[in-house]
């Protein structure tokens, strides 16, 4: 919202200076974004009129004018191609100072020049300049151009928040510098038109709840080509509004001063009644600035019999807008409620004072007035006869009241401030209220649809206050450490282990397309969302992969071969109970095992890679059984146990999601409970042993299917206290291994705390392990 601080300060004019006003604004939440001066300083420069424009005597493009000044005549030379006798212009006077200019008295080619003709340009108020600035015949000879042209004037710019819609206006704002400032308030005088004519439009409302207040009034025997006034041209201009033609700068003075959007029409264009309805599907229309839209079914929009005229609340029709030629205007002020015109401008790539208005919300208490308010300055400025006002409303909002408890207020806001006091801000703000055993029964005029709920009330308190009066103390209580158990690890130390391992975080959308959903986890019932940001962001994530999946393509687009990438976020599933949300870790690799490089062959990931990575989050052991997952390598897959509890999966990516993804590498996956990994034991004292180990190496012959994993589980369970490892290192299938069998080799161990292991005691273990293999594997000793 940009204003001119004159044009704010007509109306209320508090002991402030410009900058003391900036910051009252911004400190009440009105935040001044930018504060500028309307003219560059600069002195001595009044308005002068031309005697006399002879031509140089020694220079084709120069002229000697004989310039009035006030009680004296002077001498100037000027070179501007409009200068002629009977112009009035701004002169610098000399010893004036202008931006970039000192004025002195100077010879031009022979000539005495006792000053100089000015431009906008020169005078800084304008980036281009085509000769001296040319000012109305009746300007005063004589006066400060400063003063004559509002000079001494200040634009401010509000950054406003989406609740603060009323103060899109300059009354919107003066009522609340009246309410911080106390200074008294002096609003345009309305008064319903005097009545001259009798010609008037019928209206339909038929779309009611969309529409629920139309006002409007012919007014006859217009002078379309008026001149805009001087004075209405500079606050619109200030207000970052140009001139247009003194019917539409008409409306757009009102909108800016009161805030309410109003809209003309030529009444002559105009066929049958107007009716307030939806666009029906496919209905065009050529807006003001020439682009023709094709209208939907939720389109709300003015029309008379032959189609729609203007698109409701955001910007009118061109067939039936004001020409020169126009004689007579309907002139139109409506309440569109926000929920109907929230995106539609958007939608059509349209932005306007009046949408963003309209979506934000106008007070439909005020648009009668606005009505006469533009119907007064158009009798006064354009002249003609006014109809009465063709009125039709239907259920207006309701502004509802709204309880305020003085207990909860001040433990809100942890300062002192009486009763009394809070009464009085809430009167300054133009609110009604009851006060009864400390609880304020506040009624919100109609221009304050922001108050909804206590803490709207509790907000108006607090910034009429002043925050900058609110202390800064430090609170007093008594701090703890907060419980830390030994057994729980933090998410950050999931995060440290993981970019130790070379790993980069990401962080994607809980959002996901359902087809990932269907694909890569055989959802087929996922999650949806009622109301998704996009089409494609439409249902709740069941696991990770598909963002990282989606990350991992981005980044191959862009020429990075190798990735290694984790995310730490939640899923989303169906419970028994409602919706759960499991904390999940997710990690992909692609690519070589280390970057390129000299000092080592490429090696490309593989699966133990990325089995490897998940073992160094445990300290207990994991276990993984070949099952099958919509989303891996059906030969590649595993499920992760701790325990008898399936806490994940790893595996290799499905060469059918490979080849969708256009991957020429493996890409290996895993997806973890985070829970199970951040759960773990507390280190318990265990003797280490003085006395060397024994180490033993078995070579076991058994049947292809076999689990080495299985075989070490089996040992584990025979609880051999002297066992220290056992573990594979070694897989052969090929010459001198029986078909369909294959050869594991095994590492085993064995160690004893209080003395050193003599063969008998080694043979006894050995024995009892190959016992176990062979009766549970059918294994045999290679």
């Not at 899109?168 to 911080?180: N, P, W």
Request: hydrophobic letters at 45%; charged letters at 20%.
């Amino acid at each position: 919202m940009q204003f001119s601080e004159q044009w704010l300060r007509s109306m209320v004019n508090p002991a402030m200076d410009t900058e003391q006003l900036g910051h009252a604004l911004t400190m009440a939440g009105l935040e001044v974004e930018e504060l500028t001066a309307v003219a560059p300083a600069f002195s001595r420069v009044v308005v002068a009129e031309i005697l006399e424009a002879a031509k140089h005597p020694d220079a084709d493009r120069l002229q000697v004018c004989k310039v009035k000044v006030g009680d004296e005549v002077l001498q100037i030379v000027c070179g501007a191609p409009n200068a002629r006798a009977g112009l009035k212009a701004p002169c610098a006077l000399v010893g004036a100072e202008l931006p970039g200019i000192q004025i002195k008295q100077a010879k031009v080619r022979g000539v005495e020049s006792f000053g100089m003709m000015c431009s906008a340009k020169e005078l800084g108020i304008a980036t281009e300049a085509n000769g001296i600035l040319e000012l109305p015949a009746d300007a005063p000879v004589g006066q400060d151009i400063r003063e004559y042209l509002d000079l001494n004037d200040h634009t401010y710019t509000l950054k406003l928040t989406p609740n603060r819609a009323d103060c899109l206006s300059i009354v919107g704002i003066a009522r609340d510098v009246v309410a911080m400032t106390g200074a008294p308030m002096t609003a345009p005088a309305i008064q319903p038109a005097a009545i001259s004519g009798a010609l008037s439009k019928g209206v339909t409302l038929q779309a009611k709840a969309a529409c629920p207040a139309y006002y409007g009034r012919v007014i006859e025997g217009v002078n379309a080509q008026a001149q805009t006034p001087d004075w209405m041209i500079r606050r619109l201009e200030r207000s970052g509004i140009r001139s247009i033609s003194a019917l539409v700068d008409i409306t757009n003075y009102v909108l800016l001063e009161q805030g309410q959007p109003l809209h003309a029409f030529d009444l002559n264009l105009l066929q049958g009644e107007v009716q307030v309805r939806f666009a029906q599907a496919g209905e065009k229309l050529l807006l003001l600035n020439d682009t023709e839209v094709t209208l939907k079914a939720d389109d709300l929009v003015i029309a008379d019999q032959n189609g729609p005229v203007a698109l409701a609340g955001i910007m009118g029709g061109k067939p039936s807008s004001v020409t020169d030629a126009t004689q007579a205007i309907f002139l139109e002020g409506a309440f569109f409620t926000p929920d109907v015109m929230a995106g539609k401008a958007r939608r059509l790539g349209l932005s306007t004072d009046s949408s963003y208005r309209f979506e934000r919300g106008v007070d439909f208490g005020n648009t009668l007035n606005a009505l006469e308010r533009a119907t007064a300055l158009v009798l006064q400025i354009c002249g003609g006869q006014a109809a009465p006002v063709t009125a039709v409303t239907a259920d207006l909002p309701v502004r509802k009241q709204v309880s305020l408890r003085y207990a909860y207020l001040l433990s809100v806001l942890g300062i002192e401030i009486s009763q009394a006091r809070v009464g009085q801000l809430l009167t300054q703000l133009g609110f009604v209220y009851t006060e009864t055993n400390g609880v304020f029964e506040v009624n919100a005029p109609s221009f304050r649809f922001d108050i909804a709920r206590e803490e709207d009330l509790i907000e108006e308190v607090a910034r009429l206050h002043g925050y900058e009066h609110i202390p800064a103390l430090t609170p007093v209580a008594s701090q703890g450490m907060l419980v830390s158990p030994e057994a729980q690890r933090s998410k950050h130390w999931l995060r440290d282990v993981m970019v130790d391992q070379g790993y980069q975080e990401v962080v994607t959308y809980s959002f996901v397309d359902a087809s990932w959903e269907r694909d890569l986890y055989g959802n087929q019932a996922p999650i949806a969302l009622k109301n998704p940001i996009a089409s494609n962001l439409s249902v709740m994530r069941s696991g990770l992969w598909g963002g990282l999946l989606d990350a991992l393509d981005y980044n191959l687009k862009r020429q990075q071969t190798r990735a290694m990438l984790f995310e730490l976020g939640g899923r989303f599933e169906k419970g028994a109970q409602g919706f759960v949300e499991t904390l999940t870790l997710s990690g992909l690799i692609y690519g070589s095992v280390q970057p390129e490089q000299w000092a080592a062959e490429a090696r490309a990931f593989d699966f133990y890679d990325a089995k490897a990575h998940v073992e160094a989050l445990f300290a207990q052991p994991l276990r993984y059984v070949v099952e099958q997952h919509p989303a891996l390598h059906p030969g590649q897959s595993a499920r992760i146990y701790l325990g008898n509890q399936a806490i994940g999966w790893l595996g290799k990516l499905h060469p059918q999601w490979q080849q969708q993804y256009g991957l020429t590498n493996a890409c290996y996956l895993f997806e973890l409970d985070a829970a199970a990994a951040l759960a773990t034991q507390v280190p318990v004292y265990s003797e280490v042993s003085k006395f060397l180990p024994v180490r033993r190496d078995l070579a076991m012959i058994v049947d292809q299917n076999v689990s080495a994993q299985a075989m070490i589980e089996a040992i584990i369970s025979e609880q051999i206290p002297q066992v220290q490892t056992l573990k594979l290192f070694d897989v052969y299938q090929g010459k001198g291994v029986p078909e369909n069998k294959k050869s594991l080799a095994f590492l085993v161990l064995m160690q004893d705390t209080c003395k050193t292991m003599v063969d008998e005691e080694v043979d006894t273990i050995m024995a009892r392990i190959l016992n176990n293999w062979s009766s549970n594997f059918a294994a045999s000793l290679r």
